[in-house]
């Protein structure tokens, strides 16, 4: 009886070992990879391609931070099957070839976090060269990174969306309300209620999207006690991965104007009409 058995599952067994390799190489793997800016910037990035049907992520994050930050949230993008490329900003982890960000000038619309646009003009280059087109992809930034993104927009408005976590009007000389004003594509925008004057600031950044790409492109999202990649990763997770899957509101299709019914052949408007003895029958006078 056990020949019998062995005999019977010893083919199935091997033939599910033969799928394995298939299975798991099916499966994309994060890679490292190395973009290079237009002013001379090697910048390190972590590189997941997005499974069929899904976008790409392009993760900026803050000030004094790097890519590692995005480590909770880049799990659950590979759960859904989206792509990222998380990449350490110029001055940043293991971007410092040409300098620290301690180094940098705090002030100046041309200081080096300004030219942090540069850095996400390399990415969406290096997505490009891997099949990726701008209407598959989203930008999404924390903090400094947030304004970073908004401000890219206006250099690359065929991106279909960008989510902003604690942005603020002006980071580092960085602004983000100039690019909202013409940014036409899906738009998050996430703040903590605790810090009030960024509340405030996000909160006229939504105001300014929301005239731009309209009330249903656009999500406003809080939480209390948080802010940066710390509300992301305790609250905010969940909800913009669903954003990402359905990012604006559908089209509401009006419905068509009725007709009114047209009156009988014999009656004029404002004509008085008589009821008929069924109608009489039916419903008593009030005058009996």
């Known amino acids: 009886m056990l020949g019998r058995l062995f005999k019977h599952t010893l083919p ?10 298939s299975v798991c ?10 973009l290079s800016t237009q002013d001379g910037w090697s910048l390190a990035a972590l590189y997941r391609p997005a499974d069929d049907g899904r976008k790409t992520v392009v993760l900026l994050h803050d000030l004094g931070k790097n890519k590692e930050e995005f480590s909770t949230f880049k799990s659950n993008l590979a759960q859904e099957g989206f792509g990222y490329l998380a990449l350490d900003l110029r001055g940043y982890g293991q971007s ?21 646009t ?4 390399a990415a969406l280059t290096f ?18 990174g947030a304004n970073v993104a908004a401000k ?10 960008v989510a902003l976590i604690s942005p603020t009007a002006n980071n580092r000389d960085v602004l983000s309300i100039p690019a909202m004003r013409l940014y036409k594509g899906d738009i998050l925008i996430a703040a903590g209620a605790a810090d009030k004057k960024s509340f405030l600031e996000a909160s006229v950044i939504r105001n300014v999207a929301f005239l731009s790409a309209g009330e249903g492109k656009v999500t406003f999202l ?7 990649h710390a509300m992301l990763d305790k609250y905010l997770r969940p909800t913009v991965i669903q954003w990402l899957k359905t990012p604006h509101k559908p089209e509401v299709i009006p419905d068509e104007p009725l007709e009114p019914e047209p009156l009988p052949a014999e009656t004029t408007p404002g004509m008085m009409i008589v ?4 109608e009489e029958a039916l419903v008593p006078s009030v005058l009996e």
């Open 12 to 21: 199935a067994a091997l033939l599910l070992v033969s799928l394995l390799p």
């Open 25 to 34: 190489a099916a499966a994309p793997k994060e890679q490292s990879v190395s």
């Open 96 to 116: 410092t070839g040409k300098g620290e960000a301690s180094s940098f000038a705090k002030e100046g619309v041309d200081n080096e976090f300004n030219k942090m």
């Open 118 to 121: 540069r850095d996400v003009d």
């Open 127 to 144: 997505l490009k060269s891997k099949g990726v087109t701008p209407d598959e992809t989203v930008v999404l930034g924390a903090g400094l």
């Open 152 to 161: 890219s927009m206006s250099f690359s408005p065929d991106v279909s969306g």
């Open 222 to 228: 809080t939480a209390y006690d948080l802010t940066s």
């Open 275 to 278: 009821p008929s003895d069924t």
